[in-house]
């Protein structure tokens, strides 16, 4: 049973950096593209961004320069380093795992950009 812990999320000013980190358990990792999705309040779940099992990348064009997304096999751990935050990016961010047909979510984590 795949299982998904996001961890990384908090308050930070405008401008700010953070880094999720999305830890997952079980062996089809490797194989599997790994991705993020976040929501805000009153919005539609959106795809920020996501990387195949082949680390290629694919990051929503209202991100992109400011948010990457990378993986590291050893440690069954995919990572969404966040730069350059604006108060837009406030959501609850979650990551999720899809092996051929099946996704496995995360519980979420909150970010909230604020002064």
């Known amino acids: 049973q795949v299982q998904l812990v996001e961890s990384g999320g908090g308050l930070v000013q405008p401008g700010g950096s953070l880094r999720l980190s999305c830890a997952a358990s079980?062996?089809?990792?490797?194989?599997?593209?790994l991705g993020w999705y976040r929501q805000a309040p009153g919005n539609q779940r959106e795809s920020v961004a996501k990387?195949?099992?082949?680390?290629?990348?694919d990051v929503a064009e209202s991100v992109k320069g400011r948010l990457t997304i990378s993986r590291d096999n050893a440690k069954n751990t995919v990572y969404l380093q966040m730069s350059s935050l604006k108060p837009e990016d406030t959501a609850v961010y979650y990551c999720?795992?899809?092996?051929?047909?099946?996704?496995?979510w995360g519980q979420g984590t909150q970010v909230t950009v604020s002064s």
């Open positions: 990387i195949s099992s082949g680390s290629i990348t």
């Open positions: 079980g062996d089809v990792f490797r194989f599997s593209t």
């Open positions: 999720y795992l899809q092996f051929e047909s099946t996704y496995i």
